[in-house]
């Protein structure tokens, strides 16, 4: 152990490991670095800023029997906005490692010797180096730190950097600050792993209360709930777009486009999968094929684990997503769309290669998001489950990103989440499963719509069975002897008074029914027949009450045509029509009638009949009606319900995809590519 | 609930169904009017006459 003073402040530092290059000044922020000359000062780093981690100074963990402590750190700024730690584990051994850090995550390394490290301009995204796949490069800047450092920090420098992971949670790190570069080999683990009982720490209080900030543009109140974490946040009152690293709120724009609004609002907990979960922020994002196809993404807060997972919704369906290991994904094509990629011994057929683009975004986020911000996004499908793959490109960092989606009814989010209502989905989903045996899910209420259907249409032949169908009046009218009373009438029955004229090449006549009885309570039936041989009859009329003076007209337009056109009969016309009258007081009533035809044919033969109480053509229309009626409670029940996977099939699924084996055979199509080995 | 739902809403279509049918209840050929005195005094021709109808069949 070596104690000196601050060369800035004079303040005591104490050097405890041998082998550490540097100690940051408790007192001043002074990196202070030991040289063969003595103690250097290589200027002061910012405060700290408060990422929530549950790890400390002087903590002691152990990993895999190996015992340490940590006796430092750095914070380092990503290119996309963002901190993250690097913990400095001093091992009982003399040996360092370092302790990666970032959004609920641990990555710990140690310094392994290699001489054939690609050069940084080499590598991309998706490559591969000692069996591992390349899954970010980037320039890192460190900005703060504290206690004693294996290396010599220089404050606000920058180096460039590559992640790499591999199979069994591998996780690699080139960092390229010196030359030859470093190549640091560990792997993802947990604080479990690391041997530290987080729940035994104090709880932590954040110096940086962000979480009370106020909307620069409107005043409203922003509610955080990933002080921590969040990059970027949006007001959900006017829509202002700020960046809030490191607790400062810094007004960007104000997003014009404020999309739709959260199904399961910002600030809402649940808990998915024994998780505790707030919904931190929302966006939609599109892709554009024929036209442009959106979904919503909602981001969720793990406080416990300071992590991060999405909910994504897509037309009703749901899946829940969160990151993988790069490493853990075997994807022959990294950098591409390969037909097929495997994890865990189950096996993933690509759907979809396209460029998402984000819409409008709402709430926080934990990088510099912003409307416009695009992303080359890969999908593979083995319903229930899938990966998406996605590229982030920038000028300062390049990432290739695996996320695993499981998915979820609209009941289980509801459940989860504690909210009424969400939409159901009318379609197969992407990832729904189609399992045989799973409960019908089809039309709600459809047993109900078909017992009514049968009882309607039984109580129709019922209605129309017992309906009185009372016969008044049937009459037989010889209209050519009403024009020409000289003439002996053959009438059934004698007319009153009628009256006759031709005019214009049209016979008239104009006569009364005898007076009839009407019991009321039903409707009536006027009836014409005529027999017309390419000739026409109009017949108007008038039912009037003789005591009430009550008149309804009616007409009744009969013709008939006929004959041989390119040799072949025709007949165009009717000589049979009805008309109806509504419910009719009880009476007496009669027919006033009067009727035209071509005055250069025989006047038509007309028979007349009055009937009440029948079953009339509109009471075939009310019965469509009441059929149409019925429909609609189902109909509804079922939209909100959602149809549900019975009737579908795979080739459903794949109708929208680039890669449907249906109708375009992908490369090495393998049949059981999308079946899962383990189930 | 939607099963109460739909059991009441399908009776009452029902019901309406029964009514309409039974009681004959037509959309209204035409006004009912009424005529001081009787129709059958107002004719011939002076209730109301046809030949603004124009009809002359097919061809």
């Not at chain 1, 290059?21 to 030991?34: F, G, L, N, S």
Request: glycine residues 12%; hydrophobic residues 35%.
């Amino acid at each position: 152990m070596a104690v000196a003073n601050c060369p800035s402040c004079g303040g005591p530092i104490e050097f405890k490991i041998g082998s550490s290059a540097a100690v940051i000044c408790d007192h001043c922020r002074t990196v202070v670095a030991r040289t063969d000359r003595g103690l250097e000062d290589l200027g002061k780093v910012a405060p700290l800023v408060d990422t929530g981690s549950p790890l400390r100074r002087d903590l002691p963990g152990k990993i895999r029997g190996a015992g340490f402590r940590l006796v430092g750190r750095t914070q380092m700024r990503h290119p996309m906005g963002g901190v993250w730690d690097e913990w400095y584990a001093a091992f009982d051994s003399g040996q360092w490692g370092w302790i990666a850090e970032a959004q609920g995550k641990y990555y710990v390394t140690v310094k392994e010797p290699r001489t054939n490290l690609p050069p940084y301009d080499m590598l991309q995204v998706g490559g591969m180096y000692d069996g591992l796949t390349v899954s970010e490069i980037g320039t890192a800047t460190v900005i703060a730190g504290e206690g004693e450092i294996p290396w010599r920090v220089e404050p606000n420098s920058t180096y460039q950097y590559a992640d790499l992971s591999g199979a069994n949670n591998r996780f690699a790190t080139i960092d390229y600050s010196e030359q030859p570069p470093l190549f640091f080999d560990g792997e993802e683990t947990t604080l479990e792993g690391l041997g530290i009982n987080v729940d035994l720490e104090q709880p932590r209080v954040t110096t940086v209360k962000v979480a009370k900030l106020a909307c620069s543009q409107c005043g409203g109140p922003l509610n955080l709930v990933a002080p921590e974490q969040s990059e970027r946040i949006v007001c959900p009152n006017c829509g202002a777009l700020h960046d809030i690293g490191e607790g400062n709120l810094r007004y960007l724009e104000t997003l014009r486009n404020r999309g739709p609004q959260p199904l399961v609002p910002l600030g809402k907990e649940g808990t998915i999968q024994n998780e505790h979960y707030i919904v931190a922020g929302f966006m939609q994002r599109s892709v554009t094929f024929d036209k442009k196809y959106f979904w919503t993404e909602y981001l969720l807060f793990q406080p416990k684990k300071k992590s991060f997972a999405w909910l994504v919704e897509d037309a009703g369906h749901w899946s829940f997503v969160k990151g993988v290991n790069a490493g853990s994904v075997s994807d022959p094509d990294p950098r591409g769309a390969a037909p097929v990629i495997e994890m865990s011994g189950k096996k993933y057929r690509v759907f979809q290669d396209s460029v998402a683009t984000v819409e409008s975004v709402a709430g926080e986020f934990y990088w510099k998001v912003s409307v416009g911000e695009t992303a080359r996004a890969v999908d593979y499908i083995a319903p229930p489950e899938g990966i998406s793959k996605e590229f982030s490109d920038t000028a300062e960092s390049h990432e290739i990103n695996y996320s695993h989606a499981r998915y979820m009814m609209p009941e289980e989010i509801e459940a989860a989440f504690g909210v009424t209502g969400l939409p159901r989905p009318n379609t197969l989903g992407t990832l729904q499963p189609i399992a045989p045996g799973q409960k019908p899910r089809g039309c709600v209420g459809c047993g109900m719509f078909t017992a009514f259907v049968v009882a309607l249409l039984a109580l129709a032949g019922v209605l129309t069975a017992t309906l009185p169908k009372r016969t008044i009046l049937n009459n037989h009218y010889y209209l050519s002897d009403m024009a020409n009373p000289q003439a002996t009438t053959t009438s059934s029955e004698s007319w009153d008074q009628p009256t006759t004229s031709t005019e214009g090449g049209e016979a008239h006549v104009t006569f009364f029914t005898k007076p009839f009885t009407v019991n009321g309570g039903h409707n009536l039936e006027v009836n014409g027949i005529t027999y017309l041989d390419n000739s026409w009859l109009y017949v108007g009329g008038d039912l009037f009450n003789e005591k009430t003076g009550m008149v309804e007209p009616f007409e009744l337009k009969l013709e008939h045509y006929e004959g041989y056109e390119d040799g072949e009969r025709w007949t165009e016309g009717t000589q049979d029509l009805s008309a109806y009258f509504s419910t009719l007081a009880p009476g007496t009533y009669s027919l006033r009638m009067e009727g035209a035809w071509d005055a250069t044919k025989p006047g038509p033969v007309f028979d007349l009949k009055v009937r009440e109480g029948v079953f009339s053509r509109m009471d075939l229309v009310y019965l469509g009606i009441a059929i149409v009626l019925l429909t609609i409670p189902p109909w509804i029940a079922t939209a909100r319900r959602g149809v549900g996977p019975r009737g579908f099939t795979e080739a459903d699924r794949w109708r929208d995809s680039m890669f449907t084996p249906y109708g375009k055979k992908i490369e090495d199509d393998d049949d059981d590519s999308s079946s899962s080995d383990d189930d | 609930m939607f099963k109460a739902f739909y059991a009441a809403f399908g009776i009452l279509v029902l019901a309406g169904f029964s009514f309409v049918t039974w009681r004959g209840i037509q959309p209204a050929m035409g006004q009912r009017k009424y005529v001081a005195g009787g129709l059958r005094g107002a004719a011939h021709g002076g209730y109301r006459s046809f030949w603004y109808s124009g009809f002359h069949g097919g061809k």
